[in-house]
């Protein structure tokens, strides 16, 4: 029996032979593993395949999240226009895996061609319950075979498991060998007084950036490269570390207005050179290197940048002042320097940056963030002043620049303030689809769809952004989060260990290890947890209460562990205050005490500015989902708290429910 090359059903086309997705005429961006995954589950439909076994079929066995495989599953429901809560193709099994189910009719007296050429035949190539009448009617299914089929992806209903592991492996390969990737080092600053740092730093971030546009391109984000600043690893350890097969490294020497700037793209694996240049320039012409580099290294691994458009849609500037004050600016931001000299700083930077450049957009934006870092550190009238023009700053944007994506971010907070939750989400997900997958183009997407309990879809987006920051530790944290509020707390506990070894603070990941322990959910015994409790304890003064430190005593006597949320939870004093409640909310959850975390969330709503008045950000949302181990989620008073901050009305409105969540008749739902 020959294996389809090709499957055609409503407007969709899967091109097994030219590994290409097809959706109404138009190809699907879909990266190689997710087509794997694709072809193992179509070339079986209705076949449940386990998450195991798709993640031994396509990964082969390496030392992976199984997170991964989430992600590809919501990059296939993306591309076949699938709505993952109400699936069509396309079902999560649960406990099991995923099971690729197709419309109920597929073609009668499907033409074929054999493997050695020899005509046309009748051949069934589905089960035999299955209908063979060809008609190119939506809903129907079309296997048209050709000779060659066989010899590419050669998946059919019939073969065994370890030949279709085989065929999927071999176009996961192939596939992956055909997409580059590369990972931009950050460039040395070799200038006599070592003062230019800043625009190393800046040069690499633009090259980056400009790069990431490239969806042939798998391109390492900012803070994964940074992270072997300075260093002099062995080239494949670098490049292994990132999962790259390339390395962009160079130097940037200043004198003046002169500047000598040197790039050499490089194999990871052995070093050796694939392309190198040289510039030796003024400062004006900076811009032009930046396009010069990107475009070389594009050229060299024979993909297409097309940078004028890059540079037009970005927000950026040509004025070199503005320039190097917006390089200034961020180098602070990324050092994490948030003190009141350094944000003092950074306002006189951005305030000279729109009088030299009133048209860059970033610059604006810089602007408006500086103005509200400075307000957050003063009180009083001042304060009130800052913030107006912080806000006449982010009108500024709206008005110059309406189509950029810092604009698009803006007026998506705004229509979620207003309570136009769909018109917000679906602007922010343009926004998050309208470049790489940075924190800054992503995340109100994906607190927006946490706020109203898309889970899984969360998940999913967040693991994308991950994907091109390996070595961020603040995506590890937000994903750990992510992973327990799904439920999934095995992801969770690979994702700790994992982001052990990342730079940074590990208080966040040991405070959700913490309750994942008294949970019961992660391995370890009293001596772990009690570990875990002394490192709150000493990291953050928010844990140094009498409290935390009462809850620590008893950490073997359930009740008596208990009894110590309770009184915190009623005695403002003992918690020391309410920007604690969370921690007791927490506590109560993964005690398994339904109505205590009930009132704990409660009480930690009720403290947050908007609550009452209906205007929570979506960022403040995400209490609701992070409280996963009681029976909380079906609870009366958590119900009436997502009727009362509106995501009922949202779930209603759209008929899109949160995760586990779903109406009950007209008048009542059910979460679990």
């Known amino acids: 029996m020959p294996a389809p090359a090709r499957l055609a059903f409503d407007d969709v086309v899967v091109d097994f032979t030219g590994q290409r997705l097809l959706r109404g005429g138009v190809e699907q961006a879909l990266e190689p593993k997710a087509f794997a995954v694709l072809a193992l589950l179509a070339g079986s439909p209705g076949r449940v395949f386990g998450r195991d076994e798709l993640l031994d079929a396509v990964w082969g066995h390496q030392h992976v999240s199984p997170g991964v495989l989430s992600r590809s599953i919501n990059l296939l429901r993306q591309a076949l226009g699938e709505d993952a809560h109400h699936p069509r193709l396309l079902h999560t099994v649960h406990g099991v895996g995923y099971r690729f189910d197709p419309p109920p009719l597929a073609m009668a007296g499907a033409e074929t061609t054999t493997v050695d050429g020899s005509g046309p035949g009748r051949q069934p190539v589905a089960s035999p319950a299955v209908s063979t009448d060809r008609q190119p009617d939506r809903g129907r299914w079309l296997w048209p075979a050709t000779a060659g089929a066989a010899l590419l992806v050669a998946i059919a209903i019939a073969w065994p498991r370890q030949g279709e592991i085989e065929a999927v492996q071999a176009i996961t390969a192939a596939s992956v060998e055909a997409r580059p990737s590369v990972a931009v080092l950050p460039f040395a600053d070799l200038s006599r007084t070592r003062d230019q740092e800043y625009l190393a730093d800046g040069l690499t971030e633009e090259i980056i950036n400009q790069l990431a546009q490239l969806p042939a391109l798998r391109v390492v984000g900012r803070t994964s490269s940074f992270s072997f600043k300075g260093e002099s690893d062995d080239l494949r350890e670098i490049g292994h570390a990132l999962g790259v097969a390339h390395l962009l490294k160079g130097s940037v020497r200043r004198d003046g207005d002169q500047l000598r700037i040197t790039a050499q793209l490089v194999r990871a694996d052995d070093g050796s050179h694939v392309w190198s240049r040289t510039y030796a320039r003024e400062l004006r012409d900076v811009f032009a290197i930046q396009d010069e580099i990107a475009s070389g290294v594009a050229t060299a691994l024979s993909v297409k940048l097309d940078v004028v458009a890059f540079n037009r849609g970005q927000g950026g500037t040509t004025h070199v002042g503005a320039y190097e004050r917006l ?276 009480k930690e709503l009720e403290h947050m500015p908007g609550f009452r008045e209906g205007t929570l950000t979506h960022f403040d949302y995400n209490v609701f989902w992070i409280l996963p181990y009681s029976d909380v989620r079906s609870h009366p008073e958590f119900k009436r708290l997502l009727v009362e901050t509106g995501v009922v009305g949202y779930w209603r409105e759209t008929g899109q429910w949160g995760d586990g969540c779903g109406p009950l008749g007209t008048a009542d739902f059910h979460c679990e």
Request: with cysteine.
């Open 327 to 602: 390089l200034r600016w961020r180098s602070t931001v990324m050092r994490e320097h948030f003190d009141f000299q350094h944000d003092r700083e950074r306002l006189q930077l951005a305030r000279e940056m729109v009088a030299l450049d009133p048209q860059c957009v970033l610059c604006w934006d810089a602007l408006a963030r500086s103005l509200d870092a400075m307000a957050g550190e003063i009180g009083g009238s001042q304060q009130a002043k800052l913030r107006s023009e912080a806000t006449h700053a982010r009108e500024h944007i709206a008005r110059i620049a309406p189509d950029s994506w810092v604009a698009k971010r803006y007026r998506s907070r705004g229509l979620w303030q207003n309570g136009k939750w769909a018109q917000a989400m679906a602007l922010a997900k343009q926004t998050a689809d309208s470049g790489p997958p940075t924190m800054e183009r992503t995340w109100d997407y994906s607190y927006m769809i946490f706020a109203v309990g898309y889970l899984d879809e969360n998940v999913a987006l967040v693991e994308r952004v991950r994907a091109s920051e390996p070595l961020a530790l603040y995506l590890s944290r937000d994903l750990q989060f992510d992973y327990i509020a799904a439920r999934r707390f095995a992801d969770a506990e690979a994702e700790y260990l994992r982001g052990r070894s990342l730079e940074g603070s590990q208080l966040v990941p040991d405070y959700i290890a913490f309750y994942r322990q008294l949970a019961g959910k992660r391995p370890g015994g009293l001596s772990e947890l009690r570990e875990l409790h002394r490192r709150l304890l000493r990291g953050d003064a928010r844990y140094d209460t009498p409290a935390f430190r009462d809850l620590g005593k008893v950490l073997d006597d359930r009740r008596a562990m208990l009894d110590v949320t309770r009184k915190a939870l009623a005695d403002h004093a003992y918690r020391h205050g309410d920007e604690t409640v969370g921690i007791w909310a927490a506590a109560a959850d993964a005690l398994g005490d339904a109505d205590l975390a009930a009132l704990g969330l409660r």
